[in-house]
């Protein structure tokens, strides 16, 4: 499990990349939208906007299939404690993706309260990340 919260990060960072260039495509279409109708009051709530994409993305994405684009490029999996990982266990653990400060405050209560692999939101919503190479070799050994 060689560098597993590097591979995390490293998953995060192509995540964020990935939806930092889908909002800016959204948003210079909404703007232009916008500029047409003269309505400049409304951009005032891209803040929301985004974070409600952000909480979409990561929600879809790993409830239809465990994993992210980042995640899957860096060979990693959402795994639940019982089930499947399912929409809601996905929303509940998004939610601190929203803004860094939660996230980063998700990651030291993960490390103080419960396994230093886990963040505290995978706790609370029953699912875990693990490297895709390890779920192979549990299968293989069952």
């Known amino acids: 499990m060689e560098n597993f919260w590097g ?3 490293a ?8 939806l930092t260039l889908f909002m800016y495509v959204v948003s210079a279409i909404v703007f232009l939208i916008f500029a047409q109708l003269g309505i400049f009051s409304a951009l005032n709530y891209w803040i929301i906007i985004a974070a409600i994409i952000i909480i979409v993305y990561f929600t879809f994405m ?6 992210t684009l ?3 490029l860096f060979k990693l999996k959402v ?3 019982n089930g499947d990982v399912g929409y809601k266990k996905a929303f509940i653990r998004s939610l601190s993706k929203i ?4 996230l ?3 990651v030291i209560l993960g490390f103080i309260f419960g396994d230093s692999n886990d963040r505290i939101l995978d706790k609370i919503s029953g699912t875990y990340v693990i490297p895709e190479n390890i779920n192979k ?5 069952k």
């Open 11 to 18: 998953a995060l960072l192509v995540d964020i990349i990935i």
């Open 62 to 67: 790993e409830g239809t299939s465990s994993s």
């Open 99 to 102: 803004y860094y400060f939660p």
């Open 79 to 81: 795994k639940a404690v």
């Open 104 to 106: 980063i405050l998700d």
């Open 137 to 141: 070799q549990k299968g293989l050994q």
């Open 70 to 72: 980042g995640k899957k």
């Open 7 to 9: 591979r995390r990060f």
